[in-house]
């Protein structure tokens, strides 16, 4: 029987993630970011210009999907991170090292607590993808944690190889010129 609570998935799935830092990392990910959808209803001119303008219908059945998709990310992401040591290792460097990458833009950090993850998008083959720090520096301010994997984990028709749009991570970590990728992380900061 297939568990359902997020304790009961994670002692079935064994995943070295207790609980808490589930509620942790998903208060830091997500607290000021959603609400219960009663609190922050559209108004009916709202709703109006968004069916609209949009093609969106706006319903309390697609604000629950967006928010359960939205905590099951968080807790992936959590789930999937490395902690220093796991980096640290996987680098075969000091954990010293890995906070300097982290503080000179060369690793992306999620604070759970008081101590880092890193998502694992990040890396590939037991190593950064490349031009990491490029593209992390080039991504605007601000950005949820959530964003930021997404931009590096969907696929983008401006990364096309062989005609399929291809996502930053895997056209990064297949060698693929790092500018297009700089320029894509730099038009987001247009669209905010």
Known sequence: MAADTVAGFLRERRLPVREADVVAVLRRLLGPHLVAADAAALTDNAASFLRDHSGVEPSEAAAETATKETVAAATVMLQTSLSMAQVADLLDV??????????????????????????????????????????????????????????????????????????????????????????LAHSLGQHR
């Open 94 to 183: 000091d954990q010293s090292r890995v906070r300097h990458r982290i503080a000179d833009g060369g690793l992306y950090p999620v604070r759970v607590g008081r101590s880092n993850r890193l998502p694992a998008w990040q890396f590939a083959g037991g190593r950064p993808i490349a031009a990491l720090r490029a593209v992390l520096g080039a991504l605007p301010d601000g950005l949820h944690p959530l964003e930021v994997a997404g931009f590096f984990t969907t696929p983008q028709p401006e990364l096309a190889v062989n005609g399929a749009s291809t996502a930053p991570r895997e056209w990064l970590a297949a060698g693929g010129d790092p500018d297009p990728v700089v320029e």
